[in-house]
């Protein structure tokens, strides 16, 4: 089954020529910055078919004659196949929006030649364009979006769904078509991992080469904090929701977390190919941490510091030395924690962040690598 890249034209491949948005006359026309570098990569790389989706409103009538659209399309084209991207197709919507025609993006009529055609796995697909429509493509097609989101009010006005509802079609958001050629090649090392025992009931989103956003609940206050160090300064998207057993004490709720966030980190790190493997840092004030990390398969950690009040805010001190372990063995990676300093919060504050960074560090990937970071040749 074929994979497809329906790609959009303008804003995707070619820059977008506002006020009138239509591309007729040859000094409006520039290309997407680094677009023909990566498209070609993608071209010669990977295994997509690609295919081109482009409304031009109104084409062939008064306010866009042809004869001004298609010198200017040739070019794009006989350019795109010089660096060796060719398309399978191109397929063109001529109707005005008004029209509400069922070939107009974001409707499918143009695309029906590959819906229930077992030669085409849709469900692993992309549109790639730049305006809202191509996402709700995306969704009508049941496929992944990619948007090169310059302007999220381009298109609003021909969307059936609200933008929060087409946020799950979106597989990449990004500018850059590097980014996009890094994940069309890698893929976003994302999962979704539940623990659940009697004692806690954990449920982790987990997206390594995200953001940086953070959204931690554990009914613990000052450990939602540490958490949310990770996701912040190791710049990955960490949802965790855990419900434990709080009216006996802490120990399951904090334990169960580092095992559970171990786990994912374990998922989603299975294919270490191209990754740098190793990763350490970072002072706070007066405390320095030290945070060396592995990602090499095996557990170990090595607990150097000391801490002289029994708790930070509701967490017993004690209870970090069992989060990194937990973490260590289910994550399976050696794990060297060193941290000096006078104030409590701010010592346990410079690990989890340089525990992020380390990490942060040890998951980057190079996208032109295939190479596995052992002598071994195996991880």
């Given at each position: 089954m074929k994979r497809i890249l329906f790609i959009d034209r303008d804003g995707t491949l070619i820059n977008e020529a506002p006020p009138t948005y239509q591309l007729d006359s040859f000094?409006?026309?520039?290309?997407?910055?680094?677009?023909?570098?990566?498209?070609?990569?993608?071209a010669r790389e990977l295994d997509y078919e690609l295919v081109m989706v482009t409304n031009q409103d109104g084409l062939g009538t008064n306010s866009f004659p042809?004869?001004?659209?298609?010198?200017?399309?040739?070019l794009v084209m006989k350019s795109l196949e010089g660096e060796g991207i060719h398309f399978s197709a191109v397929h063109i919507d001529r109707t005005f929006p008004?029209?509400?025609?069922?070939?107009?993006?974001?409707?499918?009529?143009?695309?029906?030649?590959?819906?229930?055609?077992?030669?085409?796995?849709?469900?692993?697909?992309?549109?790639?364009?730049?305006?809202?429509?191509?996402v709700q493509l995306a969704k009508n097609l049941g496929c992944k979006a990619i948007w090169l989101n310059q302007?999220?009010?381009?298109?609003?006005?021909?969307?059936?769904?609200?933008?929060?509802?087409?946020?799950?079609?979106?597989?990449?958001?990004?500018?850059h078509w590097s980014v996009i050629y890094e994940y069309l090649k890698l893929g976003l090392r994302k999962v979704v991992h539940e623990r659940n025992t009697n004692e806690t009931q954990i449920k982790i989103e987990l997206n390594v080469d995200g953001s940086g956003k953070g959204a931690i609940y554990t009914g613990l206050g000052f450990f939602d904090h540490m958490l949310d160090q990770i996701a912040r300064h190791g710049k990955m998207d960490l949802t965790i929701r855990a419900n434990g057993d709080l009216h006996i004490d802490e120990h399951h709720t904090i334990e169960d977390t580092g095992i559970a966030l171990g786990e994912a980190f374990a998922k989603a790190l299975a294919d270490k190919r191209?990754?740098?493997?190793?990763?350490?840092?970072?002072?706070?004030?007066?405390?320095?941490?030290?945070?060396?990390?592995?990602?090499?398969?095996?557990?170990?950690?090595?607990?150097?510091?000391?801490?002289?009040?029994?708790?930070?805010?509701?967490?017993?001190?004690?209870?970090?030395?069992?989060?990194?372990?937990?973490?260590?063995?289910?994550?399976?990676?050696?794990?060297?924690?060193?941290?000096?300093?006078?104030?409590?919060?701010?010592?346990?504050?410079?690990?989890f962040k340089a525990f992020a960074k380390a990490i942060r560090m040890a998951v980057?990937?190079?996208?032109?690598?295939?190479?596995?970071?052992?002598?071994?040749?195996?991880?």
């Amino acid at each position: 089954m074929k994979r497809i890249l329906f790609i959009d034209r303008d804003g995707t491949l070619i820059n977008e020529a506002p006020p009138t948005y239509q591309l007729d006359s040859f000094d409006k026309l520039t290309f997407y910055p680094n677009m023909f570098e990566y498209m070609g990569r993608i071209a010669r790389e990977l295994d997509y078919e690609l295919v081109m989706v482009t409304n031009q409103d109104g084409l062939g009538t008064n306010s866009f004659p042809e004869d001004t659209f298609w010198p200017l399309h040739n070019l794009v084209m006989k350019s795109l196949e010089g660096e060796g991207i060719h398309f399978s197709a191109v397929h063109i919507d001529r109707t005005f929006p008004h029209d509400h025609a069922p070939t107009r993006k974001p409707g499918t009529g143009m695309l029906t030649q590959y819906l229930n055609n077992p030669a085409y796995d849709i469900a692993n697909s992309y549109v790639i364009g730049d305006r809202i429509t191509d996402v709700q493509l995306a969704k009508n097609l049941g496929c992944k979006a990619i948007w090169l989101n310059q302007d999220p009010n381009l298109g609003a006005g021909e969307i059936k769904d609200k933008v929060a509802e087409l946020r799950p079609v979106i597989a990449l958001e990004s500018t850059h078509w590097s980014v996009i050629y890094e994940y069309l090649k890698l893929g976003l090392r994302k999962v979704v991992h539940e623990r659940n025992t009697n004692e806690t009931q954990i449920k982790i989103e987990l997206n390594v080469d995200g953001s940086g956003k953070g959204a931690i609940y554990t009914g613990l206050g000052f450990f939602d904090h540490m958490l949310d160090q990770i996701a912040r300064h190791g710049k990955m998207d960490l949802t965790i929701r855990a419900n434990g057993d709080l009216h006996i004490d802490e120990h399951h709720t904090i334990e169960d977390t580092g095992i559970a966030l171990g786990e994912a980190f374990a998922k989603a790190l299975a294919d270490k190919r191209g990754m740098e493997r190793y990763g350490f840092a970072l002072p706070m004030d007066e405390a320095d941490a030290k945070v060396v990390i592995d990602f090499g398969g095996r557990n170990w950690i090595v607990w150097n510091t000391e801490f002289k009040r029994e708790r930070i805010g509701e967490m017993p001190t004690e209870m970090f030395f069992h989060f990194f372990k937990s973490f260590s063995d289910a994550a399976r990676c050696n794990l060297n924690i060193e941290c000096h300093g006078d104030n409590e919060h701010h010592k346990i504050e410079a690990i989890f962040k340089a525990f992020a960074k380390a990490i942060r560090m040890a998951v980057k990937r190079d996208p032109l690598s295939n190479y596995l970071p052992s002598t071994k040749g195996v991880l």
